[in-house]
T-cell receptor
Framework: GAGVSQSPRYKVTKRGQDVALRCDPI?????LYWYRQALGQGPEFLTY????????KSGLPNDRFSAERPEGSISTLTIQRTEQRDSAMYRC????????????FGSGTQLSVL | SQKIEQNSEALNIQEGKTATLTCNYT??????LQWYRQDPGRGPVFLLL?????KEKRKERLKVTFDTTLKQSLFHITASQPADSATYLC??????????FGRGTSLIVHP
């Protein structure tokens, strides 16, 4: 596709349910990042991949959060047993993977946990 | 701990003036610094990158400076227009190549 695509655009779920957020990066982009952004704040790093390898997951808040990118393209961020504090905008970004490379962001998934 | 500071108060300026936004950081040694623009409801969009060994970078009406001694970057928009109104985010990138973002500063350009 022309840009980074994220789905769903909005997700409302009940506390305790699992959710899966999908990211389809720009074709050919090696690196894929997941960020979380609260209202009025900048994006907060969660995890990133080069190809299918998860290079850094230091930003994941706890073990309820996991991510995968099995074929080096589409990535899924999964949150198990959601809590209200998980409500936020989840943003995916991709880049060519070279040092200095700019990130291209998707429109995000707005998660609301009731 | 590492800290990136951008002014949380909105910057209000008159059309045609130069807008100057500040990004300060502590306990960080970035290899380079990026500036992004974010419009409401949208993801950040890359604007400019400046490396640690560069003092200044320009692109059309945009200018970025990077002072590693002061640990500060300044972002200037000359001849500002109402269409420049948005939130501007700075992002620092170190050896891990993971951009770390500031909270952003909102710019409002009045006609």
């Amino acid at each position: 596709g022309a840009g980074v695509s994220q789905s769903p655009r909005y997700k409302v779920t009940k506390r305790g349910q699992d959710v899966a957020l999908r990211c389809d990066p720009i074709s050919g982009h090696v690196s894929l990042y997941w960020y979380r952004q609260a209202l009025g704040q900048g994006p907060e790093f969660l995890t990133y991949f080069n190809y299918e390898a998860q290079q850094d997951k230091s930003g994941l808040p706890n073990d309820r959060f996991s991510a995968e990118r099995p074929e080096g393209s589409i990535s899924t961020l999964t949150i198990q047993r959601t809590e209200q504090r998980d409500s936020a905008m989840y943003r995916c970004a991709s880049s060519l993977g070279q040092p200095n490379e700019k990130l291209f962001f998707g429109s995000g998934t707005q998660l609301s946990v009731l | 701990s590492q800290k990136i500071e951008q002014n949380s108060e909105a910057l209000n300026i008159q059309e045609g003036k130069t807008a100057t936004l500040t990004c300060n950081y502590t306990n960080y040694s970035p290899a380079y610094l990026q500036w992004y623009r974010q419009d409401p409801g949208r993801g950040p969009v890359f604007l400019l990158l400046i490396r640690e060994n560069e003092k200044e970078k320009r692109k059309e009406r945009l200018k970025v400076t990077f002072d590693t001694t002061l640990k500060q970057s300044l972002f200037h928009i000359t001849a500002s227009q109402p269409a420049d109104s948005a939130t501007y985010l700075c992002a620092l990138v170190g050896g891990s190549y993971i951009p770390t973002f500031g909270r952003g500063t909102s710019l409002i350009v009045h006609p």
